[in-house]
């Protein structure tokens, strides 16, 4: 079993930047990936990042690719994204999750991942 709590959000205005954090209870085996997805008021939970626990190989939603950067420290059990050049349309909030394995070709699809953490609001003003 595998606990998550994400923390770092919050309000920023249009261009800052924030840092989201995840930190991960239970064990986390070098075969796991983690992943950053977002829901948007209105909108369906959508694939942000995602990272492979062993080797730190790193995906990015075309959305967020250049501006957000996923990285994970494995003596903390903690996954981070930080996210730059933020714009209003970026408000959501923001989930981490483990996928105890990884899909070449469903990394993105929220369906695969076994663990998932509470949220935190990210907010962008104009």
């Known amino acids: 079993q595998v606990q998550l709590v994400e923390s770092g959000g919050g309000l920023v205005q249009a261009g800052g930047s924030l840092r989201l954090s995840c930190a991960a209870s239970?064990?986390?085996?070098?075969?796991?990936?983690m992943g950053w997805f977002r829901q948007r008021p209105g909108k369906e939970r959508e694939f942000v990042a995602a990272?492979?626990?062993?080797?730190?190989?790193?995906y990015y939603a075309d959305s967020t690719k250049g501006r957000f950067t996923i990285s994970r420290d494995n003596a903390k059990n903690t996954v981070y994204l930080q996210m730059n050049s933020l714009k209003p349309e970026d408000t959501a909030v923001y989930y981490c999750?483990?996928?105890?394995?990884?899909?070449?070709?469903?990394?993105?699809?929220?369906?695969?991942?076994?663990?998932w953490g509470q949220g935190t609001q990210v907010t962008v003003s104009s």
């Open positions: 999750a483990v996928d105890k394995g990884f899909s070449y070709s469903d990394y993105d699809r929220e369906v695969v991942y076994d663990y």
């Open positions: 239970g064990r986390i085996f070098s075969y796991y990936s």
């Open positions: 990272i492979r626990w062993s080797s730190g190989s790193t």
